[in-house]
């Protein structure tokens, strides 16, 4: 079983920056791909970022390429997604979660086995 715990979001303005970080309970982080999801209110969650076990691959969402940034530090097993120039259409609950599988990468929330709680962003225009 994998427990993932968001943290850093908060309320920010237009075209600031926020650094979400996602804690994994895990023996080894490096067996699982990992992503970033988000849910706008009455929204369907939707993919923002995805990283290979070894952070060699990343895949964006295109409307946050050039903007957000996902990272992964597998020995305090824990996944980053940087977030630059945000925008207000930025605001949404975001997720961590964790592929079942290392050999994929996944742009599909029905990949993806294990979530977090979410953590809430808000940009202000």
């Known amino acids: 079983q994998v427990q993932l715990e968001e943290s850093g979001g908060e309320l920010v303005q237009a075209g600031g920056s926020l650094r979400l970080s996602c804690v994994a309970s895990?023996?080894?982080?490096?067996?699982?791909?990992m992503g970033w999801f988000r849910q706008a209110p009455g929204k369907e969650r939707e993919f923002v970022a995805a990283i290979s076990w070894n952070g060699a691959s990343t895949f964006y969402v295109d409307s946050v390429k050039g903007r957000f940034t996902i990272s992964r530090d597998n020995a305090k097993n824990t996944v980053y997604l940087e977030m630059n120039s945000l925008k207000p259409e930025d605001t949404a609950v975001y997720y961590c979660a964790a592929d079942r599988s290392r050999l994929r990468v996944g742009t599909s929330k029905y990949e993806y086995a294990y979530w977090g709680q979410g953590t809430q962003v808000t940009v202000s225009s």
């Open positions: 895990v023996r080894t982080l490096s067996n699982y791909a």
